[in-house]
């Protein structure tokens, strides 16, 4: 079936460089995503959210990008730190299963390297 | 900020015991949430609750029940315990009534364990 997945279980950058985590999503209808950090032994974080009818959107040291043609949204951080490092999901709003609910994927680690 | 409390952080219990995990926000949102989460399986919905007295089944609502006696407070019953339901429990809290999926904050957990 049509669920938002990811490409990479594990992601390992040196400190400094920027990360870049990509997620697919296969459903068209949904049209809010959103971007969340666990670090380890903690609930999920918000860190950006964006909705279809934008491609960039920026924040501190994030910006996700949505690419509705391939159906492929990222999430980039610059100048990654030790402290980002934790389990970053992404998040879709299925409209097709008619609840106001989010469906998460399976999550990415990401390692930074000192 | 947005802040989402959780009852406990840490949770023992027997087989056939009954517990409850409490869920407070303090942000007036509307709508409130109960996930668990386990290695490999993410992130699955058990529960949510769209205003004070309404519930509405997740993707794994077997085994649990919910109450929201109060707009602020979302409580997770299980009604006895099994093995199984060993897992992260996570509340969220999110949104207004646009009708609009809005984002959720996450409280930090409980992580129970069922002996």
């Known amino acids: 079936g049509e669920s938002v997945g990811l490409h990479l279980p594990t992601l390992s950058v040196q400190e400094g460089d920027n990360s870049i985590i990509n997620c697919a999503y296969s459903?068209?209808?949904?049209?809010?995503f959103i971007w969340y950090k666990q670090e380890s032994g903690k609930g999920p974080q918000f860190i950006i959210d964006?909705?279809?009818?934008?491609d960039k959107r920026q924040g501190q040291r994030v910006t996700v990008l949505l690419n509705k043609t391939v159906k492929h949204l990222s999430l980039q951080i610059a100048a990654t730190q030790p402290g980002d490092s934790a389990v970053y999901f992404c998040?879709?709003?299925?409209?097709?299963?008619?609840?106001?609910?989010?469906?998460f994927g399976s999550g990415t680690r990401l390692q930074v390297q000192p | 900020d947005v802040k989402v409390t959780q009852s406990s952080r840490y949770l023992v219990k027997r087989t056939g015991e009954k517990v409850f995990l409490e869920c407070v926000q303090d942000?007036?949102?509307?709508?409130m949430f109960w996930y668990r989460q386990d290695p490999g399986l993410g992130l699955r919905l058990i529960y949510f609750s769209y205003d004070v007295k309404m519930k509405e089944k997740g993707d794994i609502p077997e085994g649990y029940s919910v109450s929201r006696e109060k707009k602020e407070r979302f409580s997770l019953i299980l009604e006895s315990a099994s093995t199984n339901q060993t897992s992260m429990y996570l509340c969220?809290?999110?949104?207004?009534?646009?009708?609009?999926?809005?984002?959720?904050?996450f409280g930090p957990g409980t992580r129970l364990t069922v002996l």
């Open positions: 969220a809290s999110g949104g207004g009534s646009s009708g609009a999926t809005d984002t959720q904050y």
């Open positions: 942000m007036d949102h509307e709508n």
């Open positions: 459903n068209s209808a949904s049209d809010y």
């Open positions: 998040a879709e709003n299925r409209l097709d299963t008619g609840r106001r609910a989010l469906t």
């Open positions: 964006i909705r279809s009818n934008m």
